[in-house]
């Protein structure tokens, strides 16, 4: 084996190497990146649901409200809850 097969064979295996590092670098670069949106979606869907949890707290006090006026409504009225 001569040196410009040596060469060439060198160059060949190096734009393998080069090709492989290359492709594994941007699967890693993808899954950083997917990665990174799944968080931000649960994120979002976590804070959708705080703002729907608390919007219902918000409705079931304004219930207990009715419930307590309405009670007192009754016994006013004589009657017994």
Same mark, same amino acid.
């Given at each position: 084996?001569?040196? %410009? !097969? @040596?060469g060439s064979l060198?160059?060949g295996v190096?734009?393998?190497?080069?090709?492989?590092?290359?492709?594994?670098g941007?699967r890693?670069?993808?899954? &950083?990146t997917?990665?990174s *949106?799944?968080?931000?979606?649960?994120?979002? /869907?976590?804070?959708? $649901?705080?703002l729907? $949890? %608390? /919007? *219902?707290h *918000?409705?079931?006090?304004a219930d207990?409200? /009715? @419930?307590?006026?309405?009670?007192?409504?009754? &016994?006013? @009225?004589g009657? !017994?809850p």
């Amino acid at each position: 084996m001569d040196a %410009t !097969t @040596l060469g060439s064979l060198l160059v060949g295996v190096g734009a393998v190497v080069g090709g492989v590092v290359a492709f594994v670098g941007k699967r890693g670069e993808n899954a &950083i990146t997917g990665y990174s *949106s799944l968080t931000q979606d649960l994120q979002e /869907e976590r804070d959708a $649901l705080r703002l729907q $949890l %608390t /919007e *219902s707290h *918000s409705l079931r006090a304004a219930d207990q409200a /009715e @419930l307590i006026r309405l009670r007192a409504l009754v &016994i006013q @009225l004589g009657g !017994t809850p």
